[in-house]
């Protein structure tokens, strides 16, 4: 698993949505202070942001100065979110801050300021390392490839292969302990994502509230502790232009200590098949159902192969996966009912919570 990393490719960066902008002049004032040898005295920055993430902000920072240019990545909280460890910036980075030297693809981190008082909130940099990111399309250099099938099929296995192997990242005797408490992970994520169903639901979904009884009657038991990534998806890794290996996995903000299987079921959640809803392809996660694609049965068997595990109980992971991405989404349909963002594409989302309840429920 070792390799540099960076999040999203520079010609995914766009200009910064309006509402979401950052005072260049304070950022290359505190990234001086902070970074000196990233951002020399007299550098000028470039910002513009990647549009694609639901959650936490992320912006491209062009920083030009006498020796020519280099690129890195901000990260900080949405706007109107409320606190806790999915935006808790000084935590992301020091994720990453271990994982790096573990030969974990991983950006490398270079700066973290807890001062909300510099942009607005929040925030960290980490290096920029270029790649491909597959979101609802295969490029035309593979899609045009009389290996397009075989391609997927390679990325498929690469995928399961790679949180397979991000599951045995050794955890004892470095700051990777301190992230959570194994003991009762797999209750205290029932418990914790049905709470957040209640507290942020702006309508009725008979569903999630079903699907949320079901898994709190059908828990099985802990299958074991690892590092547990808790976003694990397609668009959260950089590959090689040829898709054939991951140069970095991305979005650390929700990891953790836990039972892996359950990290396998969000993997699951986010594996869309042919036969899946319309709406699923619509979230930009459609490259998993082209033909030659893993389905997530086959998926879960690389996993277990890479593993040597048997894995039981597939059901109640893929439907617990579901529950915990609806949440996900609702959480973020909230902010944009209760008038807290005015991102457009976050008035679909109560119509994505409705459709992964009713997959949940049928599993």
């Known amino acids: 698993m070792s390799g540099r990393a960076r999040p999203t490719p520079v010609h995914d960066a766009v200009a910064i949505r309006a509402g979401e902008e950052i005072d260049a002049e304070a950022l290359r004032a505190w990234l001086n202070r902070a970074a000196p040898r990233a951002v020399p005295a007299g550098a000028v920055l470039t910002l513009r942001q990647f549009p694609a993430g639901f959650s936490n902000l992320t912006y491209l920072v062009i920083v030009h100065h ?14 109107g979110a409320p606190g806790g460890v999915a935006h808790d910036m000084p935590r992301e980075h020091g994720i990453l801050a271990a994982l790096h030297p573990l030969g974990v693809p991983v950006p490398r981190p270079v700066a973290v300021c807890t001062d909300a008082s510099v942009i607005g909130a929040p925030f960290y940099v980490m290096e920029h390392v270029d790649g491909l990111i597959l979101r609802g399309s295969l490029p035309p ?7 397009a099938t075989s391609h997927l099929g390679a990325l498929s296995r ?39 169903w209640h507290a942020s639901r702006t309508e009725s979904v ?11 009657e059908n828990r099985p038991p802990e299958s074991g502790v690892s590092l547990v990534h808790n976003d694990f998806k397609l668009d959260n890794l950089v590959l090689e232009p040829d898709a054939s290996r991951v140069r ?16 396998l079921g969000t993997a699951l959640a986010y594996w869309v098949e042919a036969g899946d809803a319309p709406i699923f392809r619509s979230l930009g996660l459609g490259v998993t159902a082209l033909p030659g694609a893993y389905t997530r049965a086959e998926f879960v068997a690389a996993y277990a192969a890479a593993r040597d595990v048997e894995i039981r109980d597939v059901g109640f992971y893929v439907a617990f996966g579901r529950f915990k991405v609806a949440v996900i989404a609702q959480q973020i349909y909230a902010r944009f009912v209760r008038g807290l963002t005015t991102d457009e594409r976050f008035g679909r989302l109560g119509e994505v919570v409705r459709a992964l309840g009713d997959s949940a429920l049928a599993g």
Do not use: N
């Not at 970095?248 to 990290?263: H, K, N, S």
């Open 66 to 79: 006498a020796q020519g240019e280099q690129r890195f990545v901000l990260r900080r909280p949405p706007l």
């Open 248 to 263: 970095a996995i991305l979005d650390w903000e929700m990891a953790t200590i836990g039972d892996p299987l359950m990290d």
């Open 141 to 147: 250099t593979l899609a045009d490839s009389p290996r």
């Open 206 to 216: 008979p569903s999630m509230d079903a699907v949320a009884a079901w898994l709190a």
């Open 158 to 196: 690469t995928c399961a292969e790679t949180l397979a192997q991000l599951h045995a990242v050794r955890i004892a005797g470095t700051p990777l302990e301190s992230l959570g408490r194994p003991d009762g992970y797999v209750q205290r994520q029932i418990d914790g994502w049905t709470k957040r």
